[in-house]
């Protein structure tokens, strides 16, 4: 098989004039040796340790795989290459027993886990006066786009047994221990919280055992709408393209688009009620199945790319699948990027902050800030601190009709895993019209009892998502918060009282008297317990790890939508349509029932942020894409937001 292999490479080689496709460690990001592979393959560890890149071609699009986002460095920008590490790595032990959490300064183990969660994070549900429950559903979208869950994965359903006494013996549990003073438990029976340890390049045998371990993570980190296209061109062909027209593969059932479905495999939606809710999607990441937030967002964008490659196809009708599929993809993608940027962000984090930063521009123009040095790469410290989220989940999804009266709600617990729910009663008609009406949780120091006690909801008996954050904080080994303070002020901070201005003075009375020195904090508590940046609801030490992530997104991406000098890049009258990209749009374009909605629906409804009719909305013109080597005049079709809303012909009409 193998000279087989060469022989097609070598031909490969030929065609692409002397360039050999290549084998690519995923870690190092070097090639490796036609021997080292063959290698891997016997030992069975290409899947985690090795990339595949095709030649590389300046000029193509954006690939689904991530590969030749940065020319010098092909692979980088692919699933399973490495986080970037702002601090080295913190942990205790050399490698000869492993790699533990590190100790304390005193030379002691840090402070048990939940004690410290229920003292710095007490449980409480305060609505928030400023943002709706879409805010953390688009989050969660967000954070799946660049980041895992098969760590959530490996404790519930590969490893489910760690609280049991099998689970003391598997290495790669870890066993919680919930104290018998415990406010919640002392009560019952439970007495270990189970959880495993994070994925490695060393757990996946990519790097010896006796080297720092370093998570592991398979979406590629970039932007790029990955849990809609997936990651390699393979599932993209079979469960995503319907090769026609550009579109995505649908179907339609009472007026309502969804992503294609499958009945055998429906172990991806274990929680649908049978036979009532049967409906489970088969798309290229079946993840979209899992949370509500990333289910929705997954509904919704998947809908909207067919809605521009519809738009596409009218205004250019000598345009063929190829040109359609990639062009609604670009421009998808830099809907979803522009509203994060330019709409969500600034919500969180404040405008002018951003401007300041570099993160946004104040000029809607092209910016071309693409720097080859940095890679295509999300930080391990951006990875973990978004879990600082959690304390805004409500856990209550609140479900309304078309005309803003409530009518029941649903924890959001009971319907993870469970697309069957959205399909029936109208539920996701009432859901939709629910994440823009209801107050998100408060930013504040309290988590929803929900989140810190039922956290996965049957699958698993108490889970708290928040004590297993400072858990994975100390297993992923992240440096001390005061590293981090140090990082972000540059300047020394030595004794607790250096954090004053930093941490809430209420806080810090139970810093004090749960950590003995400063350095041990761990960033987690240090972001519980830290006030606000200035102009921003977020912590300072967030805003600033999210900031130099956010400009690492714009400047290590060839891709990047605001760029003119790149691939197949927006001329400046699409940039600037791409600029009336909003998510109120996209839940007008592609919501279900929703033909009014205030102008920002991150932000509640009120005062400024009056509910209006979808039409009142900006909306993307896609004659900014007219193309003339498809002849003047054409279809007189002209896109405006008054015209299909809600309309299934619109649907209809794609199909030929
Ligand atoms: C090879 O590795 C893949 C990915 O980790 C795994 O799913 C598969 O079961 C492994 N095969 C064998 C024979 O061990
Ligand atoms: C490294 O550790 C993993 C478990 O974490 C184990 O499966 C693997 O066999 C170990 N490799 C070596 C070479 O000891
Ligand atoms: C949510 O799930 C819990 C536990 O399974 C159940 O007791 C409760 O009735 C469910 N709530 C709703 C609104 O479905």
Sequence with gaps: MFPKLFLFCAVLAYVFGGEIPIYYDSFDGEPISAEEYRQRVAKNTTFWCTNVVEPCDPNEWRRIDGSCNNLKNPNRGMPHTPNLRLLPHTFDGNGEKGFEPRKAQSGEPLPSERPLRTSLLPEGRVPDRVFTQLVSHFLVFLVSDVLSIHDTINYVLWKPYCCTPKGKEDKDCIQVKIPDDDPVHRFGHLRCMKLTRPLTYQSEGCLKNDTVPDRIVTPTPTIDLSKLYGQNLETLYSKGRLFKHGLLKYELEEGRMWPPSTKTKDNLCILNQKPVESRCHDTPEPISNSLPGINLFSIWFWRLHNYIATALSKVNPCWDDDKLFYTAREINIAF????????????????????VEGVISDNPGFRNLYNEQVLPQITAEYAFVLRWFHVIQENEQKMYDAEGNYLRSVPLTNITLRTGYLAIDNNIDYITQGVFRQAGGRFDNLVDPDIAEIGLGPMTEGTDITTFDLVKNRHFGLAPYVKYLEFCNGRHFDTFDDLAGYIK????????????????????????????????????????????????????????????????????????????????????????????????????????????????????????????????????????????????????????
């Design 336 to 355: 979803m990027v522009q509203t994060i940027y330019y709409e969500l962000l600034p919500a969180l984090m404040g405008r002018n902050n951003l401007i």
């Design 505 to 656: 003075p209420e806080m810090l009375d139970v810093i004090k008297d749960k950590y003995k020195h400063i350095e041990d904090i761990d960033l987690m508590a240090g972001l519980w317990t830290e006030l606000p940046a200035e102009g921003s609801f977020l912590p300072k030490t967030l805003q600033c790890l999210m900031m130099d992530q956010h400009v690492r997104f714009v400047v290590s991406d060839r891709h990047w939508y605001e760029r003119n000098n790149r691939p197949h890049a927006f001329n400046l009258e699409q940039l600037l349509e791409i600029r009336k990209s909003t998510v109120s749009r996209l839940l007008c374009n592609v919501g279900d029932t929703v033909t009014e909605i205030q102008p920002n629906s991150f932000l509640r409804l009120g005062p400024g942020n009056e509910i209006t009719s979808c039409e009142n909305l900006p909306t993307i013109n896609f004659w900014a894409w007219k193309d003339p080597a498809c002849g003047g005049g054409g279809s007189t079709y002209w896109y405006s937001s008054g015209d299909n809303e809600g309309n299934p012909h619109f649907w209809a009409e794609a199909t030929d």
